[in-house]
């Protein structure tokens, strides 16, 4: 595996050559475009377009379910939800084939809101990657898929940060290499 040299000589950790720092940044910039528009079209909040984007590309999903789509804790995407359904973009209903699972999915309204910022999110993934060839695109979801994939075995709430810091490869996955996807996964994301 090869090591990525985040590192000078002098010992200065190079931040803007680590891969989380600038995926990070990205992602800063692309919800702080979405969420100008989402906040002045219908009050939402970062965590509140992140839910209603899940429900509307995977609905429907029990809070738990929801929590993992979208790698936040179940009290933060419970308090969300309720601020979505009192804002008339979520709807809960009892599921009824087991009485104890709450179910969520989009509200007409949230379906409608979900259909008008798309079109943003879309746009701005043609203008990052615009600077590209686009066999460097397929090549860049093919690694990101893989880093996904990685994150949510290695980053899981479940393991250790020591784990991590000590370099420990004891029961992992078969890794996945670019051109050389991954081994499905069993549990969703």
Do not use: C
């Amino acid at each position: 595996m090869p090591v990525l040299d985040t590192v000078l000589e002098d010992g200065i950790f190079r931040l803007d050559d680590w891969l989380p720092y600038q995926t990070s940044f990205i992602t800063n910039r692309v919800s702080g475009m979405l969420a100008r528009m989402y906040g002045e079209e219908f009050g939402l909040s970062v965590t509140g377009w992140r839910i209603v984007a899940v429900l509307g590309s995977h609905a429907p999903l029990s809070a738990k379910e929801l929590a993992e789509w979208t790698a936040m804790d179940q009290v933060g995407v419970t308090r969300a939800v309720a601020l979505l359904v009192g804002l008339g973009l979520v709807v809960r209903r009892g599921d009824s084939k087991d009485r104890r699972r709450v179910i969520l999915r989009l509200s007409k309204k949230g379906a409608e809101a979900y259909a008008r910022v798309v079109p943003l999110a879309r746009a701005i993934e043609k203008e990052l990657v615009a600077a590209l060839h686009p066999e460097e695109v397929t090549q860049l979801r093919r690694i990101m898929e893989a880093l996904v994939q990685r994150a949510a075995y290695s980053l899981s709430e479940q393991r250790d940060w020591r784990e991590v810091v000590g370099g420990g490869n004891a029961g992992e996955p078969e890794q996945a290499q670019p051109g050389n996807p991954a081994p499905e996964k069993t549990e969703a994301p």
